[in-house]
Nanobody
Framework: QVDLVESGGGLVQAGGSLRLSCAAS????????MGWFRQAPGKEREFVAA????????YYADSVKGRFTISRDNAKKSVYLQMNSLKPEDTAIYYC?????????????????WGQGTQVTVSS
Protein backbone atom coordinates (compact mmCIF):
# COMPACT_ATOMS: atom_id res chain seq x y z
CA GLN A 1 0.00 0.00 0.00
CA VAL A 2 1.33 3.44 -0.97
CA ASP A 3 -0.07 6.81 0.07
CA LEU A 4 0.80 9.95 -1.90
CA VAL A 5 0.90 13.61 -0.90
CA GLU A 6 1.54 16.35 -3.48
CA SER A 7 2.94 19.78 -2.73
CA GLY A 8 4.47 22.75 -4.50
CA GLY A 9 1.49 24.15 -6.34
CA GLY A 10 0.63 27.83 -6.35
CA LEU A 11 0.05 30.95 -8.40
CA VAL A 12 2.66 31.94 -10.96
CA GLN A 13 2.81 34.32 -13.90
CA ALA A 14 3.04 33.04 -17.46
CA GLY A 15 6.63 32.17 -18.29
CA GLY A 16 7.42 31.28 -14.71
CA SER A 17 8.35 27.98 -13.08
CA LEU A 18 7.09 25.69 -10.35
CA ARG A 19 8.36 22.41 -8.95
CA LEU A 20 5.80 19.92 -7.75
CA SER A 21 6.72 17.20 -5.30
CA CYS A 22 4.95 13.97 -4.47
CA ALA A 23 5.95 12.17 -1.29
CA ALA A 24 5.08 8.51 -0.93
CA SER A 25 4.78 6.26 2.06
CA UNK A 26 5.18 2.52 1.91
CA UNK A 27 8.07 0.12 1.51
CA UNK A 28 7.78 -0.68 -2.20
CA UNK A 29 7.95 2.79 -3.75
CA UNK A 30 10.97 1.90 -5.86
CA UNK A 31 9.00 -0.93 -7.51
CA UNK A 32 6.31 1.38 -8.87
CA UNK A 33 6.03 3.40 -12.03
CA MET A 34 4.91 6.95 -11.33
CA GLY A 35 2.95 9.51 -13.26
CA TRP A 36 1.60 13.04 -13.15
CA PHE A 37 -1.86 13.93 -14.41
CA ARG A 38 -3.83 17.16 -14.38
CA GLN A 39 -7.44 18.25 -14.49
CA ALA A 40 -8.48 21.71 -15.60
CA PRO A 41 -11.90 23.18 -14.71
CA GLY A 42 -14.62 21.63 -16.85
CA LYS A 43 -12.23 19.16 -18.47
CA GLU A 44 -11.35 15.53 -18.01
CA ARG A 45 -8.18 14.49 -16.25
CA GLU A 46 -5.27 14.14 -18.68
CA PHE A 47 -1.85 12.54 -18.70
CA VAL A 48 1.14 14.85 -18.22
CA ALA A 49 4.28 12.76 -17.62
CA ALA A 50 5.44 9.32 -16.54
CA UNK A 51 8.62 7.76 -15.21
CA UNK A 52 9.68 4.14 -14.80
CA UNK A 53 10.75 2.51 -11.55
CA UNK A 54 14.42 3.50 -11.81
CA UNK A 55 14.01 6.94 -13.32
CA UNK A 56 15.90 5.95 -16.45
CA UNK A 57 12.90 6.29 -18.74
CA UNK A 58 10.42 9.14 -19.02
CA TYR A 59 7.51 10.06 -21.27
CA TYR A 60 5.61 13.32 -21.76
CA ALA A 61 2.41 14.57 -23.24
CA ASP A 62 3.05 16.64 -26.35
CA SER A 63 1.59 19.71 -24.64
CA VAL A 64 4.36 19.78 -22.02
CA LYS A 65 7.29 18.22 -23.85
CA GLY A 66 10.36 20.42 -23.62
CA ARG A 67 8.92 22.46 -20.75
CA PHE A 68 8.26 19.91 -17.99
CA THR A 69 10.66 17.37 -16.49
CA ILE A 70 9.68 14.40 -14.34
CA SER A 71 12.20 12.86 -11.99
CA ARG A 72 12.28 10.65 -8.92
CA ASP A 73 14.43 9.97 -5.89
CA ASN A 74 13.74 6.45 -4.64
CA ALA A 75 15.81 6.99 -1.49
CA LYS A 76 13.48 9.85 -0.57
CA LYS A 77 10.39 8.06 -1.90
CA SER A 78 9.55 11.10 -3.96
CA VAL A 79 8.72 12.06 -7.51
CA TYR A 80 8.99 15.58 -8.90
CA LEU A 81 7.62 17.61 -11.77
CA GLN A 82 9.70 20.62 -12.77
CA MET A 83 7.51 22.95 -14.80
CA ASN A 84 9.14 25.74 -16.80
CA SER A 85 7.77 28.27 -19.28
CA LEU A 86 4.33 27.89 -17.77
CA LYS A 87 1.29 28.95 -19.77
CA PRO A 88 -2.23 29.88 -18.65
CA GLU A 89 -3.47 26.63 -20.22
CA ASP A 90 -1.33 24.71 -17.70
CA THR A 91 -3.73 25.85 -14.98
CA ALA A 92 -5.16 22.73 -13.35
CA ILE A 93 -5.11 20.49 -10.32
CA TYR A 94 -2.07 18.25 -10.64
CA TYR A 95 -2.13 14.70 -9.32
CA CYS A 96 0.61 12.14 -8.88
CA UNK A 97 -0.17 8.46 -9.09
CA UNK A 98 1.46 5.05 -8.83
CA UNK A 99 1.11 1.97 -11.00
CA UNK A 100 2.22 -1.49 -9.92
CA UNK A 101 4.49 -1.87 -12.90
CA UNK A 102 8.19 -1.24 -13.49
CA UNK A 103 7.97 0.33 -16.93
CA UNK A 104 6.40 3.52 -18.26
CA UNK A 105 2.63 3.74 -17.79
CA UNK A 106 0.62 6.37 -19.64
CA UNK A 107 -2.95 5.09 -19.37
CA UNK A 108 -4.93 6.45 -16.46
CA UNK A 109 -6.79 3.25 -15.62
CA UNK A 110 -3.50 1.44 -14.88
CA UNK A 111 -2.77 3.78 -11.98
CA UNK A 112 -4.18 2.44 -8.75
CA UNK A 113 -3.18 4.99 -6.12
CA TRP A 114 -3.66 8.76 -6.39
CA GLY A 115 -2.73 11.76 -4.31
CA GLN A 116 -5.18 14.47 -3.32
CA GLY A 117 -3.86 16.94 -5.90
CA THR A 118 -2.22 20.35 -5.79
CA GLN A 119 -3.55 23.46 -7.54
CA VAL A 120 -1.42 25.21 -10.14
CA THR A 121 -2.66 28.55 -11.46
CA VAL A 122 -0.86 30.41 -14.21
CA SER A 123 -1.86 34.02 -14.77
CA SER A 124 -1.49 35.77 -18.10
Amino acid sequence: QVDLVESGGGLVQAGGSLRLSCAASGRTFSSYAMGWFRQAPGKEREFVAAINWSGASTYYADSVKGRFTISRDNAKKSVYLQMNSLKPEDTAIYYCATAQRLGIVITEHEYGTWGQGTQVTVSS
